[in-house]
T-cell receptor
Framework: AQKITQTQPGMFVQEKEAVTLDCTYD???????LFWYKQPSSGEMIFLIY??????QNATEGRYSLNFQKARKSANLVISASQLGDSAMYFC????????????FGSGTQLTVLP | DGGITQSPKYLFRKEGQNVTLSCEQN?????MYWYRQDPGQGLRLIYY???????QKGDIAEGYSVSREKKESFPLTVTSAQKNPTAFYLC?????????????????FGSGTRLTVV
């Protein structure tokens, strides 16, 4: 079973508008961390934002915010005031406690910002 | 500045050849990982290591080998047994830790190596 699901293979948004990238996750552990990474065409992976399962408030980092709905097991990334440089692949990931402590990644969403 | 360095950026392999991708970090991270990414796809875990001289297979370890002789280094060898090695390879590192609370140890990634079979 998929632990991280990103249902939007591709998304388009007009420059200066906001966009939401969906992510749902599956875990039975009460302690977990959720991450979003950006991958531009150069290939590097850039950390954007983190949300802990015990955090009471939604995480925010500049134009990025995470809409964390714990009961629905969703952790959607909201990008406000999109810029052309936001065009990239976006990955949602989860980390669970345990001996391996790996990140599990979703399949990604390709975001294209239109001028 | 601390970081994680992958080399080379581009690598070409002939059929039947083994090649080794380098990954070095100076972040004092215990854990290191290798991922493969095919065009338009997500990341698939090849191997990971949480401690020196120990490593585990990920989801697609066949045709690959690794070593972890030093904390800072985690080289990946793509062997001739890997039939379709053309891909983008990403190395990552992270802290490990136990204790209470949600694990906030994300990855630091290298800039990747693009491997092409010629």
């Amino acid at each position: 079973a998929q632990k991280i699901t990103q249902t939007q293979p591709g998304m388009f948004v007009q420059e200066k508008e906001a966009v939401t990238l969906d992510c749902t996750y599956d875990t039975s552990d009460p302690s977990y961390g959720l991450f979003w990474y950006k991958q531009p065409s150069s290939g590097e992976m850039i950390f954007l934002i983190y949300q802990g399962s015990y955090d009471q408030q939604n995480a925010t980092e500049g134009r990025y915010s995470l809409n964390f709905q714990k009961a629905r097991k969703s952790a959607n990334l909201v990008i406000s005031a999109s810029q052309l440089g936001d065009s990239a692949m976006y990955f949602c990931a989860m980390r669970e406690p345990g001996s391996a402590r790996q990140l599990t990644f979703g399949s990604g969403t390709q975001l294209t910002v239109l001028p | 500045d601390g970081g994680i360095t992958q080399s080379p950026k581009y690598l070409f392999r002939k059929e039947g050849q083994n090649v080794t991708l380098s990954c070095e970090q100076n972040l004092n991270h215990d854990a290191m990982y290798w991922y493969r990414q095919d065009p338009g796809q997500g990341l698939r875990l090849i191997y990971y290591s949480q401690i020196v001289n120990d490593f585990q297979k990920g989801d697609i370890a066949e045709g690959y080998s690794v070593s972890r002789e030093k904390k800072e280094s985690f080289p990946l060898t793509v062997t001739s047994a890997q039939k379709n090695p053309t891909a983008f390879y990403l190395c990552a590192s992270s802290m490990t830790g136990r204790g209470q609370g949600a694990p906030n140890y994300g990855y630091t990634f290298g800039s990747g190596t693009r491997l092409t079979v010629v």
